[in-house]
């Protein structure tokens, strides 16, 4: 079967939905690059397959169903995901995903916002196995519900498992129950847990429904560092995990390095963040070769660099390759002063612009609600925001600033 090339990059999606279906052939490469996709509840079309969930729209801006990654690469880069709705999910699984065979899916330097789910998986699963990486680095996750048992990604079960390695990497998520909510969660084969280097603002990180329902299993190991945690729009408090009691032939290895709670380091992983079994607790600066890199891929450690063995990639010995192209856009020309516009489509909001933004400019586009632009954020005083409005049906426009010096030209013919 040939293996298949998509590219998606300088997207621009306002209710639509991007569905991939079935499995990849071998060797295939997606990447979803550059872009920006929104959708709400009230305006997508999609509607779920699964059956009995017919009924239940979640806005998805895109949708992974029964997706099956064989030796394949999957990239989402420096991309915005916005969806928006009581119940919003900007990523809908369907079916389960499944990672397999050296594969690698990786979320790197996005942004999420959503009412509700980042990821919500209906009756599905996530499985991360045959010697595959997912991978949730450098991006910004915003998901800020205050409801119980409402978590940013939600599935039925995790399993990270043949050597596999489960990452959560230089992240910011602002959230409110919990990062990850799951009934179960299994972790076996050799494989590798880690969260590092993150800001989670959240009541908790992980959290597993069913009491029994941690796995670790063959020399596995759970790597926790350099993170900081800190309550999020939940509750006043933050836990790494749930309560939770393993078999007893089945605790995790478990290593905790410089971690703060609430500004404070983290010396009791029980009493600060709740986890129920012993955590080896390394100062900070410490480094060992199963705490901070893949051990079945790792030769050797000098200081906290890891020293790969054949078959090992990247800083911490990863089973499957790293992509290339990954990182945040290079800084802009300073003599670059294209404003790209948004051509069609229906849209509710508009994000408030920063330093750095050339300027708004929309093109027949038709706003559902009247757009409010909080400058604010945008000093910029040797600047001009210009704002573009053209052939649009607008419903209003409101420009707030507090004071700061604020050049905005605004160009409206609609």
């Known amino acids: 079967m040939p293996h298949a090339l998509v590219n998606m990059t300088n997207v621009t999606s306002l209710e639509g939905t991007i569905v991939m279906h079935g499995a990849m052939p071998l060797n295939s490469s997606v990447l979803l690059a550059n872009s920006t996709l929104r959708a709400t509840v009230g305006g997508s079309q999609y509607v779920p397959t699964t059956p009995g969930h017919e009924g239940f729209r979640r806005g998805p801006a895109l949708v992974l169903d029964g997706v099956r990654l064989l030796s394949t690469r999957f990239v989402m880069t420096r991309s915005t995901l916005v969806c928006g709705g009581e119940s919003c999910a900007a990523i809908l699984v369907e079916r389960g995903l499944g ?27 996530l ?31 995790v399993a990270v498992d043949g050597g596999s390695v489960l990452q959560v990497l230089s992240s910011t998520l602002r959230l409110g129950f919990t990062m990850l909510m799951t009934n179960t969660l299994t972790v076996t084969g050799g494989s590798w847990l880690v969260h590092r280097n993150n800001e989670f603002r959240t009541a908790y990180v992980v959290y597993v429904v069913n009491e029994d329902g941690v796995v670790f299993r063959d020399q596995s190991v759970w790597s926790i560092i350099h993170n900081s945690f800190t309550c999020g729009s939940y509750s006043p408090f933050t836990y790494m995990t749930s309560v939770w009691s393993p078999p007893s032939d089945a605790r995790p290895t478990i290593y905790g390095v410089c971690n703060k709670a609430r500004g404070s380091p983290v010396t009791n992983y029980l009493e600060e963040l709740n986890i129920g079994v012993p955590v080896k607790a390394l100062d900070c600066g410490i480094c060992t070769v199963d705490a901070v890199c893949f051990a079945a891929r790792t030769s050797s450690i000098s200081g906290c660099e890891c020293v790969c063995a054949a078959g090992g990639h990247g800083d911490t010995c990863l089973p499957a390759a790293v992509p290339d192209g990954l990182g945040p856009l290079p800084l802009p020309d300073a003599n670059d002063t294209e404003v790209r516009c948004v051509h069609g489509g229906s849209i509710s909001s508009v994000d408030d612009p920063v330093p750095g933004v050339r300027g708004l400019c929309f093109v027949n586009v038709t706003f559902t609600a009247a757009i409010v632009l909080d400058l604010s954020r945008f000093y910029s005083p040797q600047h001009t925001l210009n704002i573009t409005l053209l052939q649009c049906v607008l419903m209003g426009l409101s420009i707030r600033g507090i004071g700061a010096r604020v050049h905005v030209n605004v160009v409206f013919r609609c």
Do not use: K
Not at 107 to 123: G, I, P
Not at 127 to 151: C, H, K, L, M
């Open 99 to 125: 990672v397999n065979l050296s594969s690698f899916f990786y979320m790197d330097n996005c942004a999420v916002m959503s009412r509700a789910h980042v990821m919500y998986a209906l009756a599905s699963y």
């Open 127 to 157: 499985r991360v196995s045959g010697g595959s990486v997912f991978s949730i680095q450098s991006s910004s996750w915003s998901a800020p519900s205050i409801d119980f048992y409402r978590g940013a990604c939600v599935f039925n079960g």
